[in-house]
């Protein structure tokens, strides 16, 4: 079954620490898109790539990075510089139409 | 930026009932869509509509566009507890844009 696969499900990061967030697609889309949500603010966009070897800042980019080497993954990194990273990441793929989802990455700093 | 305002913010009805949301925006769109998002997961998409339609049926669901007033709404028929979620409107601008998302609306379905 083709899909999008984020992981891992729950992360823990102290303080000062980066982290990568895994994000894996095999439906032969050429976008990706990683969001963040916070309890009542609803989908931020962080990042996305329209195609492999390019990708964009969003509206909140600021104490993340991306990678775009391979069209089936865009691995999401959450540095030290960002300093409320305790939330819930959503990875999206599309070719047209409608963006499908991963199930999400739930990150807590520690 | 979010460009999709849902209205209302919560909803409760009783199974069986209609439930209607409403999403507004500022700028104009090539097409809106809705998702639904169940607790703790992914969304998933639920429909499409485009700029030059003004209205689109999915099983239960009927989704209405209005361009000049730039709002769409969802109507879930015969609702059930297990459409209990949280839907969210999302707008796309045109070719090589993104989506931009509203906040949601909270839906729960009572048995």
């Known amino acids: 079954d083709g899909g999008i696969t984020q992981s891992p499900k729950y992360l823990f990061r102290k303080e000062g620490q980066n982290v990568t967030l895994s994000c894996e697609q095999n439906?032969?889309?050429?976008?990706m898109y990683w969001y963040r949500q916070d309890p009542g603010q609803g989908l931020r966009l962080i990042y996305y790539s329209q195609i492999v070897n390019d990708f964009q800042k969003g509206d909140i980019a600021e104490g993340y990075s991306v990678s775009r080497e391979k069209k089936e993954s865009f691995p999401l990194t959450v540095t030290s510089a960002q300093k409320n990273p305790t939330a819930f990441y959503l990875c999206?793929?599309?070719?047209?139409?409608?963006?499908?989802f991963g199930s999400g990455t739930r990150l807590t700093v520690v | 930026s979010q460009q999709g305002e849902e209205d209302p913010q919560a909803l409760s009805i009783q199974e069986g009932e209609n439930a209607t949301m409403n999403c507004s925006y500022k700028?104009?769109?090539?097409?809106l869509q809705w998702y639904r998002q169940n607790s703790g997961r992914g969304l998933v998409h639920l429909i499409l509509i485009r700029s030059n339609e003004r209205e689109k049926h999915s099983g239960r669901l009927r989704v209405t566009l209005d361009t000049s007033k730039k709002s769409s709404s969802l109507l879930i028929t015969a609702s059930r507890a297990a459409d209990t979620a949280s839907y969210f409107c999302?707008?796309?601008?045109?070719?090589?844009?993104?989506?931009?998302f509203g906040k949601g609306i909270t839906l729960s379905v009572r048995p």
């Open positions: 999206a793929s599309s070719r047209q139409g409608g963006y499908t």
């Open positions: 700028t104009s769109i090539n097409n």
């Open positions: 439906l032969n889309h050429d976008a």
């Open positions: 999302a707008t796309h601008p045109g070719a090589n844009s993104k989506l931009t």
